[in-house]
């Protein structure tokens, strides 16, 4: 580091140098699986890697961050990102190779390589999660990165991806976590049944969102608000203040039949208006707020 | 029509012929304007259109869809299309010719060319709306689109675009309404001044959707909850239950100064976990729940 604490060697300015080529690499899925490293492009996920990296650090812990490729330009708007954590390889590069490396066409100037994060159902479950949201065979990254970043908002203690999904460390659902992904436990691969399973013995409520839902979510937010608020202590079919795993279905077919099955329930997000249905990331967000809002005290 | 009821004529073929490229033209914003026709692709969004259509012309009104281009396959696999709506010019096309009409890549055998469907500021709101959502400067089509099928969820009266924002009938915003945008009335080009003092000058509160909001959207929530139950007749800042207009900012910068300044309250959604902030979709969707949900009876 020089005194303005950047990298004193010259900027990376072959985009065809092996290094460049192997970042670009991390875009697909082989690599990744191979490497068990995926990429953070641009400054908001490369500051949420950087902390959580830095947290891990602090905990004894390997950390996250392992390469960071930055601009000049970058640097002189962000200098937070000229003092990076212990254990991190920072090299200044030009846009050439920021361009080449990057899956979206216009990085930002920057880009990390980090290992996964993701952790294991075990993990999630010994924390004893209070709120978990399901993805069972979502198929879009852009939608899998909201429902993360939904979940992240009303405070869920992980989410689990089936092992249908999509990759959740594909370039485009990085960025559509917008930096959730360095925010909470995520679980890859998990076997929905046995996840059913495993959180029904930890007395772990399982509700499925479903449009043809014999429960209506409003129903029992009403007859938790009223339990909260005095007003009623009577029971109801299932109380949304409970420790609560939801499951979420594919875009376009929802949960399948086998899928609905292992719930409790099956609850349906009540639709006022004429929508024939609502998208993945509004149903996931209404279901998830409903808990987080009965479970706060 | 023939006895199966389909298009006797040939099938057009021609990608290059004049009347292909007049349909191509209107993913573009200048013959859009020009012609004020838009285009639905797919058999969902052209579905949508023509049950708008049918309810038009039975109101003696002048429908909307004036052509639809359809394959065969479309047409097994979708029969409703082959008997369309009175005033709907109907022909047969080939792959090549659908492919080089749409915006999209696979338009699924069906595309539909539509009159813009927007309505004005004054009949929205002297149909007594109790629920509207407005979009200040919001530029991505997607995002524009997800907020449309949310407000249709919760039942809004009207969506309002301001002038400054994206062109709601830019095919990638069409496609992400899922239809809604054939399901409530849309405003477009509206200025948000004009539309406050009006919303004003006939009773209807104005919240603006802010991130720093000194009003908590739960608070509001529980307050209007409790009122319902009985458990209180207590005033509170904003009743949610009343009739309110939301307005919702840019993606990246939320509300400008001028327009939080506007509203009557800055009303914030609770963030419970790390999340830096909620996207677009995910604000609009808990605010136009919440306002849903208090309102009902």
New interface residues.
Partial sequence: MNETGRPQDFPLSNPRADRVRDVAKLAGRPARLKRRQFLAEGP?AVREALTLHRKKMDAGEYGLVREVYANEACLDRYPEFEELAEGVNARLATDDVLAAMADTVTPQGIIAVCDFVDVSLRDVLDARPRLIAVLCQVRDPGNAG?VL????????DAVVLTGSSVDIYNPKAVRST???LF??PVVLGADVEELVAECRARGIGVLAADGYGKLNL?RL??ES??R?????TAGSDYALESPTVWLFGNEAQGLSEAELALADHRVA?P?????????L??AA??CL?AS??SQ?D
């Fill in positions: 908001q909201t970043r939904a979940a992240d908002a009303a405070g869920a917008a930096g959730s925010h909470l409003d937010q009403d608000a009223a909260r608020l005095g007003s009623s997000v639709v006022y208006g004429a929508a024939e249905s609502l998208n990331g509004t967000t209404v707020y987080a809002r706060q």
